[in-house]
């Protein structure tokens, strides 16, 4: 309890600090300390932006690995946005609906007030959503799968083929075994 306490100190000292430097702008705004810690493993501002631009470029690539590209798809879904550390990569100008769906009521509620550029819902932690089927040409999960049990991994597979569109794509990233080896430890995310 003590080391919780702790942190959450740590994490309000921190947001007082970015503050007063004004790190937070309006034109690329960022999540609070505890919420960038919450996402994204580390408070580190730079850290957390590079690991979405970098997940997004992933995504295009794979795209157009596979003959596609980002631009054509019409309707895309963050599956397990966060705090929009991906989506906001996303050039929404190029797309009908983009959109982020999380369980976490706080990191949606900061996404709405803070990316106006995308559209965010909270979600239960069980499907079925309410969105409608068929709808998304491109579905995306970072890191989401990893922390699912398998049961629940299912579950969620099945929503997102009720929700892809027909010739839609999905991209899940996984940590596996690599990333298993590398605990406190750097991890190089271009492997």
Not at 44 to 58: H, K, P, Q, T
Not at 75 to 102: A, K, P, Q
Request: aromatic fraction near 8%.
């Amino acid at each position: 309890m003590f080391r919780y306490l702790l942190l959450q100190i740590k994490f309000a000292l921190m947001a007082l600090s970015e503050s007063l430097r004004g790190q937070a702008n309006d034109s690329n705004p960022v999540p609070s300390p505890r919420l960038r810690h919450r996402v994204h493993g580390s408070t580190d501002i730079a850290g957390y932006l590079e690991v979405g631009e970098r997940s997004w470029r992933s995504i295009e690539s794979l795209l157009e690995t596979a003959g596609r590209q980002s631009a054509d798809a019409k309707n895309i879904l963050d599956f397990g946005c966060g705090s929009g550390r991906t989506i906001r990569n996303i050039d929404s100008g190029y797309h009908d609906h983009v959109l982020g769906i999380d369980i976490d009521r706080s990191a949606i509620r900061w996404c709405q007030s803070c990316l106006a550029s995308y559209q965010f819902e909270t979600v239960a932690s069980d499907p079925p959503t309410s969105l409608p089927g068929e709808h998304f040409d491109l579905i995306y999960a970072i890191s989401v799968f990893t922390h699912l049990n398998e049961e629940m991994q299912f579950s969620w597979l099945s929503e997102i083929s009720r929700l892809l569109a027909p010739n839609g794509t999905f991209i899940a990233s996984l940590h596996g075994n690599y990333q298993r080896e590398l605990q406190g430890r750097k991890v190089d995310l271009g492997r």
